[in-house]
């Protein structure tokens, strides 16, 4: 036991530009180097990849979601075949949420991303009641009532066995005022105390357990947050709640909450994906980010590509297959690109697969992606290593046209 | 172009027991050890594989099919974009149909395994009429009106560019008389002879052209089909049209029409994949299967499994991971596999994917089933080599359970 606990470590391990850092994130099943992207295999699984691809594609950590898994095949379930890293056969470094996000998003009409696509319509609420104890709300399996509290969530996270656990929270929109994010907040800050006081009761040393920041885009309630958690015993810290209605608004509220926080834990920022958003996180210290876009994109055809690769001036950071420009293009979603896909498939080859409806090409795409993501987060912390951070920034900021043919182009579709 | 016709050959390596042979069958894109299975890759791709991840599960040969590729991306845009082999990513052999099969399925209103999936019903009939000249139906995919003749669909195989190419030819299907099935037989041959004079017209020793027995299950129909197969200048031979109503049929119909076909080509066996069915088939000289079977069953949760790995004692050569007796079994699909899902998965697992509806299940599944095929043909192969095929029949054959337990939960199954 006392092995298991000297395996969870987080070391800096280079510091700067600003507050930006190299670090590892040991746990028992492995080290995860930081900055790193956590990819979300919601119910145990990415959808269209199996672990060999998830790791061919030189990811680090995975996140499933305690959400799905409590509904499905249920914390028990996953705990008698032997926890989610033997369960999934992924075996390397793990993080599990909460439940909290799913639920309140569900409560407030905002379904969750990775649901929406799948089975519920944005009008059926299930969540039932939050009050002081938790959270009650409807299976969306089967119907049946549950009561999510703050150790439940802990108890079955601990079912489910992943390394990284964090405390429940609710999940506070952005639309509601400064009172009721302040009330939402003190009970997040009561739940996390009722979380981290299960997880010490019956801490065996296989799991740690992160805090979150909450107080939306208010300063005073983030640094009374950022306080309670730098006050408190966790292992990690995690950014959440509302980051705001625009980017600028989320990189003010992640400057100042990361300038307030203690700087010696791992770091999590919830949910954010985009390629600037890394970028501005890895710069004010963030270590780890985890979001579904990458694979989400992936089943729309969606596939990312570097600045100076995209075709199309959408200011997207991702190219559409399923366009009809691709539909004869003989050369791979990126010709600078090493992974699986672009070192052996056209972009018209997946342009054909997509319009036919040929699941493989959502595989694909997602191995790119993965891939994609894995590569950024590689040449950032080598940017970090070699002190050339701020250039990669700026290399990856802007839009580098391959040669004036595109611009051209470019221009005409944007006049 | 000399050096390309070289590149084709078939090779008898060792004959017996009966007419069953060991066969190296040469393309321009490689050697395929037969007796072989021929996977079905239908609109250009496997649903739920990467060409890597068949190519890792020992795969040597695959077919795409003319009539869904005809009509989406068209023969034109596949040969702007390389050829199959190139497009797919591929590279190794492959062969195309000629059409036919999907068009007159679809005409009888037995809809086409691989369409019956997607999107038609088996009461919508796209085929609009055969005559002498060839068959005209509406495309699935935008109405459009075509006409399949046998020197059009050699011009789409042609632009398709797989290395073993088929004469266009009526499947008559089994419940007509025997005198629809004798015309029926007789304008085949007429349309295989001008497959024949359309592909010897533009031959560039690319391809070679495959003749197909017909005749249903009638011997002396077959017979005549068999004398017009061995008296034509085909690459090959295959043996198709109406095999019968019962596995006992198809196996008289195979019988008697490979003792009477030439011996020096190789032959194929059109649709036919079941295991029993591959035994028999190499018995009596078959050198190449194919089947929508392995792929088609792995979308509904069927894995093969070997007679001694079968726990359901449902007469079937799979077994289903959605049954709820495969819930917590931590046990791989088959644990004398070596396939990269038995390395890495439980039962218990792709069961819970099948169950949340996660589609890498699929890839799970279809993975272990090819290398299964693979595996089965690999160890046909050896026995043959070794002297030890009707052994190898034998212990296929039968149901060996793994211990006295299985057998009474069998019996107790089927009392």
Same mark, same amino acid.
């Given at each position: 036991?006392?092995?298991?606990?000297?395996?969870?470590?987080?070391?800096?391990?280079? $510091?700067?530009?600003?507050?930006?850092?190299?670090?590892?994130?040991?746990?028992?099943?492995?080290?995860?180097?930081?900055?790193?992207?956590?990819?979300?295999?919601?119910?145990?699984?990415?959808?269209?990849?199996?672990?060999?691809?998830?790791?061919?594609?030189?990811?680090?950590? &995975?996140?499933?979601?305690?959400?799905?898994?409590?509904?499905?095949?249920?914390?028990?379930?996953?705990?008698?075949?032997?926890?989610?890293?033997?369960?999934?056969?992924?075996?390397?470094?793990?993080?599990?949420?909460?439940?909290?996000?799913?639920?309140?998003?569900?409560?407030?009409?905002?379904?969750?991303?990775?649901?929406?696509?799948?089975?519920?319509?944005?009008?059926?609420?299930?969540? %039932?009641?939050? +009050?002081?104890?938790?959270?009650?709300?409807?299976?969306?399996?089967?119907?049946?009532?549950?009561?999510?509290?703050?150790? !439940?969530?802990?108890?079955?996270?601990?079912?489910?066995?992943?390394?990284?656990?964090?405390?429940?929270?609710?999940?506070?929109?952005?639309?509601?005022?400064?009172?009721?994010?302040?009330?939402?907040?003190?009970?997040?800050? #009561?739940?996390?105390?009722?979380?981290?006081?299960?997880?010490?009761?019956?801490?065996?040393?296989?799991?740690?357990?992160?805090?979150?920041? $909450?107080?939306?885009?208010?300063?005073?309630? #983030?640094?009374?947050?950022?306080?309670?958690?730098?006050?408190?015993?966790?292992?990690?810290?995690?950014?959440?709640?509302?980051?705001? /209605?625009?980017? $600028?608004?989320?990189?003010?509220?992640?400057?100042?909450?990361?300038?307030?926080?203690?700087?010696?834990?791992?770091?999590?920022?919830?949910?954010?994906?985009?390629?600037? +958003?890394?970028?501005?996180?890895?710069?004010?210290? &963030?270590?780890?980010?985890?979001?579904?876009?990458?694979?989400?994109?992936?089943?729309?055809?969606?596939?990312?590509?570097?600045?100076?690769? =995209?075709? !199309?001036? %959408?200011?997207?950071?991702?190219?559409?297959? =399923?366009?009809?420009?691709?539909?004869?293009?003989?050369?791979?979603?990126?010709?600078?690109?090493?992974?699986?896909?672009?070192?052996?498939?056209?972009?018209?080859?997946?342009?054909?697969?997509?319009?036919?409806?040929?699941?493989? /090409?959502?595989?694909?795409?997602?191995?790119?992606?993965?891939?994609?993501?894995?590569?950024?987060?590689? =040449? &950032?912390?080598?940017?970090?290593?070699? +002190?050339?951070?701020? !250039?990669?920034?700026?290399?990856?900021?802007?839009?580098?046209?391959?040669? !004036?043919?595109?611009?051209?182009?470019?221009?005409?579709?944007?006049?």
């Amino acid at each position: 036991m006392s092995q298991l606990k000297q395996k969870f470590n987080f070391t800096i391990i280079k $510091q700067g530009p600003a507050a930006a850092r190299l670090g590892l994130l040991q746990t028992p099943h492995g080290t995860v180097k930081t900055p790193a992207f956590i990819f979300c295999a919601t119910r145990a699984a990415m959808k269209s990849l199996t672990t060999e691809q998830l790791r061919a594609a030189n990811t680090q950590i &995975i996140l499933s979601n305690t959400y799905h898994l409590m509904l499905q095949p249920g914390p028990a379930s996953v705990q008698a075949q032997g926890g989610l890293q033997k369960f999934t056969g992924w075996r390397g470094p793990m993080l599990t949420d909460s439940g909290g996000f799913q639920i309140f998003s569900l409560g407030s009409g905002n379904v969750a991303d990775e649901i929406k696509g799948r089975r519920l319509l944005g009008q059926e609420k299930t969540l %039932l009641k939050i +009050d002081e104890n938790g959270a009650r709300f409807r299976s969306y399996v089967d119907g049946r009532e549950y009561l999510l509290t703050p150790e !439940e969530s802990i108890r079955i996270q601990r079912g489910l066995g992943a390394d990284l656990i964090v405390v429940l929270d609710e999940c506070t929109p952005y639309h509601v005022d400064k009172m009721y994010t302040k009330d939402s907040m003190e009970r997040s800050h #009561r739940w996390a105390l009722r979380s981290l006081q299960e997880y010490l009761a019956q801490d065996n040393g296989a799991q740690k357990l992160y805090g979150i920041v $909450q107080g939306g885009v208010y300063p005073d309630l #983030r640094q009374q947050s950022v306080a309670f958690v730098n006050d408190n015993e966790f292992f990690g810290n995690a950014v959440g709640g509302s980051l705001g /209605a625009d980017k $600028q608004q989320m990189y003010d509220v992640v400057a100042l909450t990361m300038s307030m926080l203690n700087k010696e834990r791992p770091t999590h920022l919830l949910g954010i994906g985009g390629i600037q +958003d890394l970028f501005n996180g890895v710069l004010h210290g &963030i270590d780890t980010f985890d979001c579904v876009h990458p694979t989400r994109i992936a089943r729309h055809g969606g596939a990312l590509v570097k600045p100076w690769n =995209r075709d !199309e001036n %959408l200011g997207r950071e991702h190219i559409n297959l =399923r366009n009809g420009q691709y539909k004869q293009d003989l050369e791979p979603i990126e010709s600078d690109c090493a992974c699986a896909t672009c070192t052996n498939y056209t972009r018209g080859y997946i342009h054909h697969l997509l319009k036919t409806e040929t699941s493989v /090409a959502f595989t694909l795409i997602a191995q790119h992606n993965v891939f994609f993501m894995n590569d950024l987060m590689h =040449r &950032i912390r080598t940017a970090i290593e070699q +002190d050339q951070f701020v !250039e990669l920034r700026e290399q990856w900021a802007c839009q580098k046209p391959k040669n !004036e043919m595109v611009m051209e182009a470019e221009l005409s579709v944007t006049n």
